[in-house]
């Protein structure tokens, strides 16, 4: 059975590994040459541009009789990559165009939750003009968030306080989001402990993966520009360590309470990965965005972990015959080694050493990259490579993970290693106890 991986990241990488386990041939569409993915691959399709080679895509496809797609990054989903390829015969694990605008479209998600008295979000309101900007951040109390209604990496958010200083600061992000023909959300400004919850749907049931924490800031402390996420982890016990049973829950119920007002309102249903982005507050959970794709660097947790064979998983996916999924009672952690300076002025072109006695103690998924003629891998402008590594507890996979790191160098390259110390896991347990 020949499967497409589609994407060129790490979290690609680990996806096309999973399904190699899994004993079916694995093709694949890159944008980069991943040395990962192109070794993992039978055939690979190197393009410039998803949205100039969907064609290609499609061809690709077909002549290499490809029985399940699987699309990892949001791109190829919001230009509706999915509808064309079930067109074709060609089943994906990846929502329609359609339902893609739970993660393309922060206002549908919204309007989607309100409209099925899904009681999860914070005050908000969608702009299409500056008209009544300043004056719902003022009736926020200054305290706002304006996020960018369309895709933007990960950085089109912004928050009071954070980025954005003052009211006016708040306005003229706003303004400048409308020049570029923009529209937006503003929503109030929440406080507590972000997590992640993806969960598989077939159309109709719905099958949780363990909680992840995810960390954006570029820097140790949590500080410093938003990035697409520097490491993550997970508690052996699927759980977070500053979550309650009741809070972890809710979120559950939160995405399957989704997937069905997704049922109720498009007759297809929703088939691939849903992303929750979530937030424990001192008023229970709260919704602060949907992906509608595995995370990352969350996916190489989650498929780490995965003790259930994925191909399978995706086969069930696509026939709408999801039954239980089960994952290995272990904590993971995982730490990305970027490009000094990502997140605001990155540095290019820096050469990644690795020295196998990683192997020793984690597992490491290449994402940004590019394989040389010559041999050497060398860095672009985003993320390099991810480290994971797996334990008893989130103290033992946290040691690990840095024993791996420790065989990687080169020049110009960078990781926030304090993703999971004990210290920062106790900030956040803190910080939930107080707001509780």
């Not at 570029?218 to 938003?226: K, Q, R, T």
Request: some cysteine.
């Amino acid at each position: 059975m020949n499967f497409l991986v589609i994407g060129s990241g790490a979290r690609e990488h680990i996806i096309a590994q999973r399904l190699v386990d899994s004993g079916v041939s694995v093709f694949s569409v890159i944008t980069n040459r991943n040395p990962g993915l192109i070794e993992l691959s039978k055939e690979f399709l190197f393009i410039q541009n998803y949205r100039k080679n969907l064609k290609e895509i499609v061809s690709f496809s077909q002549v290499n009789d490809i029985a399940c797609a699987v699309i990892g990054p949001e791109n190829p989903l919001a230009l509706g990559l999915s509808d064309i390829l079930w067109k074709k015969g060609i089943p994906v694990v990846g929502p329609t165009q359609q339902l893609a605008q739970i993660e393309t479209s922060k206002g549908f998600t919204r309007d989607l939750l309100s409209a099925n008295n899904l009681d999860v979000s914070p005050r908000y309101k969608r702009f299409k003009s500056m008209n009544g900007v300043k004056e719902f951040i003022l009736e926020l109390s200054g305290e706002y968030v304006v996020k960018y209604d369309g895709l933007m990496g990960g950085k089109g958010v912004k928050v009071s306080g954070e980025h954005l200083m003052s009211i006016d600061d708040g306005v003229s992000y706003c303004s400048e989001l409308i020049k570029i023909g923009g529209t937006f959300v503003i929503e109030e400004k929440l406080y507590g402990e972000e997590f992640s919850l993806m969960s598989f749907c077939d159309g109709s049931s719905v099958e949780h993966m363990p909680a992840v924490q995810d960390h954006k800031r570029a820097y140790e402390g949590d500080i410093g520009p938003n990035t697409g996420g520097m490491g993550s982890y997970t508690d052996s016990n699927h759980s977070l360590p500053f979550l309650s049973d009741n809070e972890l829950n809710q979120a559950r119920v939160i995405n399957e309470n989704v997937s069905s007002a997704l049922k109720n309102e498009y007759e297809t249903g929703y088939k691939g990965i849903l992303y929750g982005g979530f937030m424990a507050t001192s008023n229970g959970v709260k919704l602060i965005e949907y992906n509608a794709r595995f995370g990352d660097p969350e996916a190489m947790n989650l498929l780490t972990l995965l003790d259930t064979d994925f191909a399978s998983v995706c086969m069930n996916i696509v026939e709408g015959r999801l039954n239980s999924v089960k994952f290995r009672s272990e904590a993971s952690v995982c730490k990305y080694i970027v490009p000094k300076g990502y997140g605001t002025n990155p540095a290019k072109d820096a050469t990644i050493v690795v020295n196998d006695s990683y192997k020793d103690y984690s597992d490491l998924y290449y994402a940004a990259v590019n394989l040389e003629e010559t041999g050497e891998i060398t860095t672009t402008s985003s993320r390099a490579a991810a480290i994971i590594s797996t334990g008893s507890s989130i103290t033992e996979a946290e040691e690990n993970c840095e024993s791996g790191i420790s065989y990687i160098s080169g020049n110009n390259i960078f990781v926030r290693h304090d993703i999971a110390k004990p210290y920062l896991i106790q900030k956040r347990i803190d910080n939930m106890d107080k707001l509780r």
